[in-house]
């Protein structure tokens, strides 16, 4: 299985930005579907953004045309662009790697994204 540490979360101000990444250990990261959740204090966890092996992506409506997901096989590294960002985007931001065969998921740590005035 693969692990992964998400970094680049913090404070930013409504309508700013910031870029996670999450680097991936092990070989064979460019099978993997990755993917970006998000869980808000007393919420579940929601999908934010997924990228396939082939790179195809897919965004829920609440992030659509302000997040932007991307992956870098030769770096083993994962991306979420988050522009326009609103204090409802406030949560704890978890990546997320399947393997295409076992279908098994694994989980980075989670990092704190903050978005207020």
């Known amino acids: 299985q693969v692990q992964l540490v998400e970094s680049g979360g913090g404070l930013a101000q409504p309508g700013g930005s910031l870029r996670l990444s999450c680097a991936a250990s092990g070989s064979a990261f460019s099978i993997y579907s990755m993917g970006w959740y998000r869980q808000a204090p007393g919420k579940q966890r929601e999908l934010v953004a997924t990228?396939?092996?082939?790179?195809?992506?897919n965004y829920p409506d609440s992030v659509k045309g302000r997040f932007a997901i991307s992956r870098d096989n030769a770096k083993n590294t994962m991306y979420l662009q988050m522009n326009s960002l609103k204090p409802e985007d406030t949560a704890v931001y978890y990546c997320t790697a399947v393997h295409p065969m076992t279908r098994f998921r694994s989980w980075g740590q989670g990092t704190q994204v903050t978005v207020s005035s």
């Open positions: 990228i396939s092996a082939t790179g195809s992506t």
